[in-house]
């Protein structure tokens, strides 16, 4: 997880004294980004989460709702959610794709 707060209120609270330890308390505009490249200005913050892993779990029995939730995030193109997650995107819907066999 890569999330990119823009135009935070770290000085002032690094000034106060303040304990920082939700990125909530930060301010700023928060946003989720997918692999890119992007640009961290003054005030920004950068927050990544690394797991050890490829994940938990049988990929076909994630809930469709949170693979259009990374879809709408550019995190996982809708190519990558049928071929992985087994879900098919009909303009604004969900279709899940059952595995055959």
């Known amino acids: 997880m890569v999330e990119l707060s ?5 000085r002032e609270l ?9 990125m909530q308390d930060l301010g700023g505009q ?5 692999y890119c490249n992007f640009e961290v200005t003054e ?4 927050y990544t989460r690394q797991s ?7 990929p076909l029995e994630r809930d469709a709702e949170m693979v259009l939730k990374d879809i709408v995030l550019g995190l996982v193109s809708t190519e990558a959610a049928r071929e992985i997650y087994g879900v098919i995107i009909y303009g604004d819907k969900i279709d899940i794709e059952l595995p055959s066999g």
């Open 6 to 10: 823009k135009g935070t209120r770290l």
């Open 52 to 58: 050890s892993g490829g994940g938990y779990g049988d």
């Open 30 to 34: 928060m946003n989720a980004l997918p």
């Open 43 to 46: 005030n920004d913050v950068l």
């Open 14 to 22: 690094i000034a106060e004294g303040a304990a920082l330890d939700r």
